[in-house]
């Protein structure tokens, strides 16, 4: 009666549907569910050949004496490097080197990695498990940084030439002209009240000192190589050769081949995962399930074109209570990359790169955490919603659990959407003026987050998830 009555006076209304009243949908991708992908598989027209060419070099590029570590360099989602194999060191451990470099030559998208890192990695942008220093290459020359990346991918480190001014630090580039530089780099894990301490010096100037935050140390990470390595993008090459090594207080013979482990530092290759082109969608792997079938892949942070894998559903909006369960794996996770799971609509005008009709999870970072798997939502308008922070998923390959949900009668009427990892979880409140705004959504699935950057590899499986409201 209060219905027919709202009705009758021509007042609109907007009620909420019984949770019994929402149809429920699972999909275990034991065969493919044929849901729709758009621009999810994006073959590019041409594959560079990548060339690792580096290792032991009898010059002295680097020095005066000949015999050196070096040579060309690709930046590729391939790990490869160069490194003596060392007994497992952590950053409870002080660590210190010291020594010359000199950078011959240089292309946009290049970059290297030099110091301590772990022989396992998952191809995602810097080396995880890493402290050390790298060059980033362009044209005008490569910019220099060092940092520390722990096992749960969470990063920390400060530039030392930027191509940008970065308080107070002038934009000056290393050129590629075979200048011989100076370094030296340690870090003191007692330093700053036991948090943990680098420094770094360059060309014998002051040095460049940052205190790792509270609990980074406590991530851990395990160092079980020295040496040179690639950094994990598809890009270009650059040649860089390093000599005069003091590591630990000892100086290392360069005089002759050392021997240290080369992987994929000799060898020619397509590189087949360049940067923006998608490649997900059903898949016969097994690493979220445990059983062959699931969905997801490699996600490019790119603003076009729009990319997504989904189930098309019966219309819902903000006013229907939603829920979505199921388990993930998440196997690269590179700085600046991300990726949506959840409800949406496509876009009228792809011009608009803004995030719109949407609720769901952001996995995404900043890199100082690594990626945290977060409530977001976007209204019709276009305005967002973010939890800004939430449980942290680690790039290793394992699987979890996970759960969404919706309640748009809590908040006072405004709604609130819960997300839980494991045993961890994280509340976002939806805004009064949002709820106004409101949101339609007619697909669920896999889509791209719509800004520059790099790419996550993530699988979901044994989804179950609200498709629709039943008819009466």
């Not at 955490?369 to 977001?376: C, E, L, Q, T």
């Amino acid at each position: 009666m209060p219905l027919l009555l709202t009705l009758f006076l021509g007042l609109p209304i907007v009620q909420p549907e019984p949770a019994a009243a929402m149809l429920i949908r699972t999909e275990s991708f034991d065969r493919d569910p044929g849901w729709e992908g758009v621009h999810n598989r994006i073959i590019p027209k041409k594959f560079p050949t990548v060339t690792q060419d580096f290792g032991f070099s009898a010059t002295n590029h680097a020095g005066k004496e000949k015999g050196e570590i070096g040579g060309q360099v690709w930046r590729s989602t391939t790990p490869a490097y160069y490194g003596e194999i060392i007994a497992p060191r952590a950053l409870r451990d002080r660590l210190s080197v010291s020594g010359t470099f000199a950078l011959t030559a240089c292309s946009s998208s290049s970059g290297l990695f030099f110091g301590w890192f772990n022989a396992r990695q998952p191809g995602s942008g810097r080396p995880t498990n890493s402290l050390g220093w790298y060059l980033d290459g362009e044209r005008t020359g490569a910019r220099l940084y060092f940092a520390a990346v722990t096992g749960t991918n969470r990063t920390h480190g400060k530039f030392v030439t930027p191509f940008e001014p970065r308080k107070g630090i002038k934009p000056t580039p290393i050129k590629a002209d075979g200048t011989r530089h100076t370094f030296a780099l340690s870090y003191d894990p007692a330093a700053h009240d036991g948090d943990g301490q680098m420094q770094f010096t360059f060309d014998g100037g002051a040095p460049f000192i940052t205190n790792l935050p509270p609990g980074f140390q406590k991530e851990g990470a395990t160092f079980d190589r020295f040496g040179m390595m690639n950094t994990h993008k598809a890009g270009n090459p650059l040649t860089v050769y390093v000599g005069h090594l003091c590591l630990d207080g000892k100086v290392l013979d360069l005089s002759a081949d050392p021997h240290w482990q080369g992987v994929g530092n000799r060898a020619t290759f397509q590189d087949r995962e360049l940067t923006g082109t998608h490649n997900f969608g059903f898949s016969l792997t097994d690493s979220a399930g445990g059983k062959r079938g699931e969905a997801g892949g490699i996600f490019w942070r790119t603003e076009r074109p729009f990319a997504y894998y989904a189930d098309r559903i019966g219309t819902l909006t903000l006013a229907d209570p939603l829920t979505a369960s199921g388990r993930v794996a998440f196997r690269a996770g590179a700085p600046d990359s991300g990726m949506y799971l959840g409800w949406f609509s496509v876009p009228a005008d792809d011009s608009d790169t803004r995030l719109g009709n949407f609720m769901g999870i952001y996995l995404e970072g900043p890199s100082r955490i690594g990626h945290y798997f977060r409530p977001v939502y976007a209204t019709a308008a276009g305005s967002r919603g973010d939890a800004r922070q939430g449980p942290v998923l680690i790039p290793d390959g394992r699987p979890h659990f996970w759960t969404l949900a919706y309640d748009p009668t809590a908040n006072g009427g405004n709604g609130t959407v819960r997300v839980t990892l494991d045993k961890e979880s994280v509340t976002l409140a939806l805004k009064g003026k949002h709820r106004e705004e409101g949101a339609r959504f007619d697909r669920f699935g896999l889509l791209t987050a719509r800004a520059g950057g790099s790419h996550v590899k993530v699988y979901f499986d044994d989804l179950r998830y609200t498709a629709g409201r039943k008819r009466p």
